[in-house]
Every structure is written in C-alpha cells, then in structure tokens.
C-alpha cells in the first residue's frame, strides 16, 4: 500500500513494504521478511545537531539520554530497562547531526506490550535527575576535549573547518557551556518542538503482519497523544553548491588551505593524520558512484590504499577511508599513523592514488568486485529485520531518494560505471574542499611540507 511522505510525493514501495500515514500523524513502516520469529522496531525523527538553534547545541543528544530516565509509570531508568528487557533485546538510542533513533528487537508476540511501553517512552517523559544526566554526558564530552577544554575530536575540527558556523560543524555532544545551560524548561521546550507524531517514523521489520501493527500502533499511541506545542521549529539550515565541479560552496577559508588545517604538537613515536574531503549528499544522484569510489579505495584488503600503502610499499600498518553522509553534504575521511620520517612519503602515495582516479578509469574487474560488495550487504540488509528497520528510518525521515525495495537497489548498483566513478573522484579530491588535523611530534617545517605535498598534489 502506498503512502504520502511529508512533501506530499508518494514514495517508493515494494510488494512486501507497506507504508501508512496514520491518523495520529505517526508514518508506520511494515516490511515482513522470511525466516525469523523476531520483530526488529525502528522509530527514527529528524532532530539532530542540524535542527538545533545557536543556543541549543548538544540538546538533541540530551534529550535522547533523558527520555531514558523514565517516563509515565516506569519512574526509573531502572523500571523502563526492565520492562524494555523483560520484552526484547532492550533500546538503543542514537543521535546523529540529522536525525534520532531508537531500535528494539523481540519475539513477535511481544509486539503489542513492546509499542505500548514504546508509546509511553517517547510521550510521557519525566525529565528526572537532569543534574545526574549533565555529568555522564560532560563526561562524553570531556573524551572530545584536551585539559584546556579545546576540542581534540578529529571529526569536529574538520567539519568545523570546512563548515563554518553551519549546524552540521556542531559537535553532536554540543560543549561543556551549553549543556550546563540546560533546565527542565529548555529541554522542555526542546522536546514539544521536536519530538511530535507528524514527525516520527516507526518501521517493524520481520516477523510482522502489517495490518496488525498499523492498528497496534494507532492504538497505543493515540490514548496518550501529548498536548502539540505552538511554538515554531528551528528553520533548517541547508547548503547551497557552487556550480564549478558540483562542488559544496562552504569553504571557511576560500584558497587558504593553511586555515583549514589544525596542527597540534604533542609527544609520541607517531603523527596521527585525518584528512577530510567535502562532497555532496544522500540527495544527489551520484550517491552510489560515492559509495563505490569509497570502496575502491578502502573496503577489504584487496582495496587500493591497503594494497598501495601496506602491501606494496609497507609504510602503514593500517589505513581507513570512510563516507560519512547527510542529506546535502558527505565527508570522505582518511585516516592513519605515521612516524615523522613517513609522514610525506604517505601523504605523496595517497595524492597519486587520488589522481589516478580523477584520471584513469577503474577496470572491469576492479569495479565488479565492488559493486559485488554492494550487492552482497543490500541482500544482507534486507535479509537482517535489525539493520532493514534502522535504513528504512532513516530514508523516510529524511526524505532521501533512495531505494526502498531490493530490487531497485540492485538496480542502482548496477548502473554505477566507471566513468561515473571517475566524475565522482574529480570532484572530490580537491584541495579546496578538504581539511585537515594532524597531532604529535610535529615540527613547524614539517608542518610546511605538508601543506606543500597537498598544494603540489591535488587540483583547485
């Protein structure tokens, strides 16, 4: 059965995957698989670090914590775990810099006492011991922060770099000033704003009869619907792209490479190196040439950063490369560690292999055995009720043009080429869209030599 998203267009289904608009405003997802007497449940809204107002940063983590310190008739973190856990696996809560979720899994039977204890969870938050909560999540917060309180944390200093102000550079956890700011008031205000049924998405993937869980979660929610607030959201803010090479116009420091960089000195044998690159998002069409262009450089030993660095020329004991995606934006991360006396022969090897890509088109087999890959985790996927539930909440919260069947993913994948792959490649290894963090031993020359390599090594 089809349904409208939010936007008003209709999304794409297939013949198992039902999707319904129900009258509490919640979008309930049902997608039965074979071969499990299990139900994976999967209630996913977009508030992230992106919907956070200036004065709000790390909000929408806490609220995720404190809606685990109980709720309507379970008064305790304790109470809720339990009853939770008598039912299933318990919950896992999650925030990211775009959107929250919350999975579960039990045994079928267990469905109709699992939403209502669900439905009491995410209405009937107490807030309690808000006090108690503020020191475990600055005790996150002080994993991403040196002794000085200056942020260490790789990934916030490369998104901030290369982002700016935007919310996406936010850190997810927010800072130490801002979390001490938060009262029953704000979090208050914070969670009617957010987290409202027209906003929700709840999926049951597995051992699920559709009709059955529409009307159970119709019913559980709807007897304890919480009062709609009226106050307005926080506009999203979203990220506009300059036309040269499809490139995302957000550079901090337009043609200063050296602003995007943060060197920081500290003792030990190794320099630990993160280098992101910005691309665009899940909503453009080049998502899985991205995906692919990410595999061919790191997914399994056979990839080429493995083979080049580690098996061919033994420099590294390991090297990662990640594609970490929001909706209009992605990050290429690369990662590694290197004794000093390295660092530059690294850094030359990686900037080659870049170039080839942007240059040379990838060989049939080379391309084949990733996209095989592919293939092989969507039938994982979709075979797997856990991790089907949490992609499908994801894409529908999001609104991501993205495959909703098996049968159109594969057909996606098979339309990445290599000339697809390549185009991808030359927008994204640019020196003006990347950004850096190097930490230890680092001298102020080799510092310039760095920047040197990759002024020398990558195209504007």
């Not at 669900?118 to 808000?130: E, G, N, Y």
């Amino acid at each position: 059965m089809k349904a409208r998203s939010r936007g008003g267009a209709s999304p794409r289904v297939s013949e198992k995957l039902q999707i319904r608009r129900l009258s509490c405003g919640i979008l309930a997802v049902a997608a039965p698989t074979k071969g499990t007497s299990f139900v994976s449940v999967a209630a996913s809204l977009p508030s992230g670090s992106r919907s956070e107002r200036k004065d709000e940063q790390g909000l929408a983590h806490f609220t995720e914590h404190m809606l685990f310190r109980g709720s309507e008739g379970f008064p305790t973190t304790h109470a809720l775990n339990h009853a939770l856990e008598f039912l299933g696996d318990g919950l896992q809560g999650g925030t990211s810099r775009e959107f929250s979720i919350y999975s579960t899994e039990a045994p079928a039977e267990n469905l109709a006492p699992l939403l209502e204890v669900l439905s009491v969870f995410f209405q009937r938050p107490r807030f309690s011991d808000i006090e108690k909560e503020k020191g475990i999540v600055l005790e996150e917060i002080r994993e991403e922060i040196d002794e000085r309180g200056r942020e260490i944390l790789s990934d916030n200093l490369t998104r901030f770099a290369l982002l700016g102000d935007h919310p996406l550079a936010h850190p997810i956890l927010g800072r130490r000033r801002d979390l001490l700011r938060v009262n029953q008031q704000r979090l208050q205000s914070f969670y009617e704003r957010h987290y409202q049924a027209d906003r929700i998405v709840v999926v049951a993937a597995g051992a699920v009869e559709p009709e059955r869980f529409f009307e159970l979660l119709e019913y559980s929610w709807s007897m304890k619907l919480p009062v709609r607030s009226a106050q307005k959201r926080a506009p999203v803010k979203h990220l506009g792209f300059a036309r040269l090479g499809g490139a995302p116009n957000v550079r901090a420091a337009p043609g200063v490479l050296a602003n995007r960089f943060h060197f920081r000195r500290q003792a030990g044998s190794q320099i630990e190196v993160s280098i992101t690159f910005l691309a665009k998002g899940d909503r453009d069409g080049g998502r899985l040439s991205r995906i692919a262009l990410e595999r061919v450089l790191d997914d399994g030993l056979a990839s080429r950063l493995q083979r080049r660095l580690c098996e061919r020329r033994g420099l590294l004991y390991d090297v990662s490369l990640s594609l970490d995606s929001c909706t209009d934006v992605s990050f290429f991360d690369l990662e590694f560690r290197i004794e000093p006396p390295g660092l530059l022969k690294v850094i030359s090897e990686v900037l080659t292999e870049f170039r080839l890509l942007s240059e040379v088109l990838v060989d049939g087999t080379e391309l084949d055995r990733v996209k095989g890959r592919m293939r092989r985790e969507v039938q994982s996927m979709f075979e797997t009720p856990r991790y089907l539930a949490a992609r499908l909440a994801e894409t529908l919260v999001l609104e991501l043009p993205l495959p909703l069947s098996q049968a159109e993913w594969m057909g996606r994948i098979d339309e990445v080429t290599a000339q697809s792959v390549r185009k991808e490649a030359r927008k994204v290894f640019r020196k003006g869209v990347l950004a850096g963090v190097l930490e230890g031993p680092l001298t102020s020359t080799l510092r310039k030599k760095v920047l040197n390599e990759i002024e020398r090594g990558l195209p504007d």
